[in-house]
Every structure is written in C-alpha cells, then in structure tokens.
C-alpha cells in the first residue's frame, strides 16, 4: 500500500526487484502483477510511504498467540474466527490450525463465501463449530458480472450445508446497484427460509470505509459516489425474513 502524502522520494523501493518499481518525478510507480515476493518491501521505505499488509505465519506461531487469549476465551465463551480472503483456499495448514484449536477447546468459526468444490467445505463439516456463509444473490447473470463467480455453486453447497450437523448463518452483505432491491433481498430471503438448520440471517449494510484503502493500492473506487446504507434502511428486509420464520439481526 502505498501513501503519496508520506513519500520522500528516497528510490529505496525502486531497487528491490528491476520493473516492478520505478521512479517518476520522484514518486514511485508500482506494477503489482510483477511483485513476487512481497515480503521484501515490509520494511524497506523509511518514511512508511510503502507498506504491506498481512504476514506469512506458521500454524504454531498463529497457536502461540491465540493461546495468548485462551482465558478470556472460557470466560466470555468465545473463540477463534477465521476469516480472508477465502479460508477454504489455504489447504491442508486450514485444517491442521483448526484442529489444533480445537484440541484446545476452542470454539471455530469460518467466515466463507462457499465459492470451492464441496469436497473440501465437506471435509470441515465435523469440525467446524458455525459457519458464517456468505449470500450474495440469487441471480446466476448478476453475480458473476460483478464477482465473476458461479451463485449457483454457492447456493448448491449451502444446501448440501443445511443436510449436515454443522451450525450455519446466512450473510448478506447489502451492496447499491448489486443487490439493494426488494425483489433481489427478497429473492435471497425466500431462498434462505428453505432452509432448516440455518441459526439466522445475517444483513450487512454497505459502507464506504473501505474507499481509502483503495486508493492505497492504487485501484479505483467505483462506489465513491455512493453513501453508506443506514440500518434503519434495512429494517423493511428483517420483518419480511421474521415473516417467513427466519431469526434476523442488521449487523456490522
């Protein structure tokens, strides 16, 4: 991520790896799709102007620091969620951490859109104590022209989901011109109400907090434009869930 306003044009980063950065008129220009290794950038700029978000961790180093928190974790009855990104795309060091927090006795969540072949989300079913499910429409055109995915695919596996054990909560991020309609919330409402082992739906109203770390990363923001969705707006969609037997909360 990178913050003009801290920059003072010392060319440090530009000498890491040829191509992926160079100077212009004292400002760097960085070409993401070439950064191999972005580790090498944590700590290179000394004014923080470039900085990178995220680590690579170990499960045993990721184990020694919720261990950090275990006591407040059987007091208050929490636990460890996992979120992304996709978690369902780490591979085996997913199931390796998760089964480690368990033999701690710590309460699992997951956090997933459900986007990946039901063979792995199967594989977690038994140990996984609540999965927080994305559900972003019901319309196969709509959802792949604005995530590139399959909704079909999602809504398959929620429903192999709901024949399992595994506890489950439906979220629904509500997002203007994707999904912010009556018909298209209501779609994905009916679609939930089908379900039987579902704990609740979830609403999730839109926010522009993100906006700068968009720009951050040099990416445009095509939602500037568009101010954040109040909860009161969402509160039409809950009574409607309620009627239709579903335990509804607006959450942020």
């Not at 040829?18 to 000394?46: A, F």
């Not at 990721?62 to 996992?82: Q, S």
């Not at 994707?178 to 926010?207: K, R, V």
Request: glycine share 8%; net charge negative; proline share 4%.
């Amino acid at each position: 991520m990178y913050d003009k306003r801290l920059c003072r044009g010392f060319g440090d980063c530009a000498n890491i790896d040829s191509g992926v950065i160079h100077m212009n008129n004292g400002n760097p220009v960085i070409n993401r799709n070439l950064v191999s290794d972005v580790t090498k950038y944590s700590e290179i700029c000394p004014s923080k102007a470039l900085v990178v978000n995220g680590e690579m961790k170990s499960v045993e180093q990721i184990i020694h620091e919720v261990e950090k928190d275990i006591p407040f974790f059987y007091y208050c009855k929490g636990g460890v969620t996992l979120t992304g990104g996709e978690p369902f795309s780490q591979g085996p060091d997913l199931r390796e951490l998760i089964i480690k927090l368990k033999n701690l006795g710590i309460h699992i969540s997951i956090e997933t859109s459900l986007h990946v072949e039901w063979k792995i989300i199967e594989e977690y079913t038994g140990i996984i104590d609540m999965f927080l499910a994305d559900l972003k429409h019901t319309d196969s055109e709509k959802f792949r022209r604005f995530t590139g995915g399959e909704a079909r695919l999602v809504m398959d596996n929620i429903k192999k989901l709901n024949e399992t054990e595994a506890g489950f909560i439906i979220r629904v991020p509500v997002i203007p011109l994707f999904n912010y309609s009556e018909q298209e919330i209501y779609s994905i409402i009916d679609f939930t109400s089908g379900l039987y082992n579902i704990q609740e739906i979830h609403f999730i109203p839109f926010h522009n907090l993100g906006a700068e770390k968009y720009r951050l990363l040099g990416i445009e923001y095509e939602y500037k434009k568009h101010k954040s969705i109040n909860k009161s707006d969402l509160e039409p969609f809950v009574d409607y869930a309620c009627e239709k037997g579903l335990v509804a909360k607006i959450v942020e």
